[in-house]
């Protein structure tokens, strides 16, 4: 079913409840690994796609379609993975300019959830997600925006509110700086 579908069928109030469960089967996986390479921890990557699925629902009655449906939840979901990692940072009393030891707090469950086989990984496959805890959570965001999900400039800036030309820099600074690190380690 189109989006175009699901949003026709989430306006008519007797078909909102089907049409939510439609939204969801299409949406959640895809969300999931969305949330996950952001927050790294399979539960909290749960709560998060839980939480960005309350926000969802809560404003579906309200989408006036004047973006596109995926990019709109998508953009639910980055923020509420941005703010779920800002919360866990004061939590833990990190401050927001110095992300070393959330990122060691992140890479050590990394390696956990490897272990667990929920991420399937060799060593380069390691490497890789090492480096990216390395990045500013925008960068890394951005780079798994276009990395890993393909998605092009213009639907991540209208996910993120940031210019094309922002968020190309943003990439190429990304991709640098994975570079530096794959190199340095080898």
Same mark, same amino acid.
């Given at each position: ?8 069928l989430? /306006?008519?109030p ?6 939510f469960?439609? %939204? =969801?089967k299409k949406?959640q996986?895809? @969300?999931?690994?969305?949330i996950?390479?952001?927050?790294i ?11 960005t699925f ?7 009655q309200?989408?006036r ?8 939840i ?12 800002q ?6 009393? /990190?401050?927001?300019e ?6 060691m707090? %992140? =890479?050590?469950t990394?390696?956990?959830? @490897?272990s667990?086989?929920y ?8 490497k ?18 276009k ?7 213009e639907d ?10 922002a ?10 700086k ?9």
């Amino acid at each position: 079913m189109s989006d175009q579908e699901l949003v026709s069928l989430i /306006i008519e109030p007797d078909k909102r409840q089907n049409a939510f469960e439609l %939204l =969801l089967k299409k949406y959640q996986q895809k @969300i999931y690994w969305h949330i996950r390479k952001m927050v790294i921890a399979h539960d909290d990557a749960d709560d998060v796609v839980q939480e960005t699925f309350i926000k969802v629902w809560q404003g579906l009655q309200n989408f006036r379609g004047d973006a596109q449906l995926y990019t709109w939840i998508y953009r639910i979901a980055t923020n509420e993975s941005l703010n779920f990692l800002q919360k866990k940072r004061r939590r833990n009393h /990190i401050p927001l300019e110095t992300e070393s030891e959330d990122s060691m707090d %992140l =890479l050590n469950t990394l390696e956990s959830s @490897i272990s667990q086989d929920y991420i399937s990984g060799d060593e380069i496959q390691l490497k890789l997600q090492k480096a990216l805890l390395q990045l500013p959570d925008k960068q890394r965001l951005v780079f798994n925006m276009k990395y890993y999900d393909d998605m092009k400039y213009e639907d991540i800036a209208e996910i993120t509110g940031t210019s094309v030309g922002a968020l190309k820099a943003s990439y190429h600074l990304a991709v640098k700086k994975i570079e530096d690190f794959l190199n340095k380690d080898s």
